[in-house]
């Protein structure tokens, strides 16, 4: 049925959505972002589920966008630029809005878009040694539609400064500005993650449904005036020449010509 994701649902209703491009570092595609999106949407209306953990396969959690897709949007028209923007939005609202508990499950890097599949999550275990960032002002980018997931998770003080700077951090720092949960070994990840698990299990689905629906009410919505800024502000920076520079530079394995 997928191509880039696998789903599967064990006996007690905990089912795991996995990012299966691991050659590729689980970057978004336009194919995977598409299942991504209807995965979610199966996942939502099956009262069978309980939890969903999202995890990874490889190396990598998700190394954000993938930058071949980024480049067809840079190169495409408007409608072409709008829509690959759009869909990245939609599968960020559908992760973000799941009616069932997200636990991540991050057993690797992740950076840029791999940080707003992190934050859409209503919690996230990591191991240690794992290195993350927002890293899309090297590419001449801006993190557009993953910034009202990562700001809502991180807060305004750590966002000015991983936005801005494309830094890169390891576990303990993710953990301390509420990215991760919980941080853990190698070896005791599967453990953690479980633990995480356990106690949705023990309430009532329905409940825990309307408490995820309470907590949006009570923050600051994430609504259709904020996916369409977002889309735009995605779009302008296809647009800007700085992000041709930049993926061209990455994609060629040379500095752009800004580095000084």
Same mark, same amino acid.
Do not use: C, N, W
């Given at each position: 049925?997928?191509?880039t994701i696998l789903l599967s649902t064990d006996a007690r209703g905990v089912a795991t959505l996995l990012l299966n491009r691991p050659d590729k570092h689980n970057t978004l595609s336009a194919q995977m972002i598409a299942e991504l999106?209807?995965?979610? /949407?199966? #996942?939502?209306?099956?009262?069978a589920v309980r939890v969903v953990v999202l995890a990874a396969a490889g190396e990598s959690f998700c190394a954000g966008g993938d930058l071949t897709w980024m480049k067809a949007q840079i190169e495409?028209?408007?409608?072409?630029?709008?829509?690959g923007a759009m869909a990245l939005a939609r599968m960020l609202q559908a992760l973000n809005t799941? &009616?069932?508990? #997200? =636990?991540? $499950?991050?057993?690797g890097q992740a950076y840029g878009g791999g940080l707003g599949?992190? +934050?859409v999550c209503d919690a996230c275990i990591g191991v240690e040694g794992a290195r993350f960032g927002l890293t899309e002002t090297k590419l001449g980018l =801006? &993190? !557009?539609?993953? +910034? &009202?997931? *990562? *700001?809502? $998770? =991180?807060?305004? !003080? /750590?966002?000015?400064?991983?936005? #801005? +700077?494309?830094r890169l951090f390891g576990a303990e720092e993710a953990h301390r500005i509420g990215l991760l949960a919980q941080v853990a070994a190698p070896g005791d990840l599967d453990a953690a993650v479980a633990a995480e698990v356990a106690p949705f299990l023990a309430c009532a689905p329905r409940a825990v449904a309307a408490s995820k629906q309470l907590v949006a009410r009570l923050t600051p919505p994430i609504d259709e005036a904020v996916i369409a /800024?977002?889309?735009?502000? #995605?779009?302008?920076?296809w647009e800007d020449p700085e992000a041709a520079e930049g993926i061209a530079a990455f994609l060629g394995k040379r500095k752009p010509d800004w580095v000084r």
């Open positions: 049925m997928f191509e999106t209807e995965a979610a /949407a199966l #996942l939502g209306a099956d009262e495409g028209g408007e409608a072409a630029r709008r829509a799941l &009616p069932k508990p #997200l =636990i991540g $499950r991050v057993q599949m992190m +934050s =801006i &993190p !557009a539609t993953i +910034s &009202p997931y *990562v *700001v809502a $998770r =991180i807060g305004a !003080a /750590a966002a000015r400064r991983h936005f #801005l +700077s494309a /800024a977002t889309v735009d502000l #995605l779009i302008a920076r």
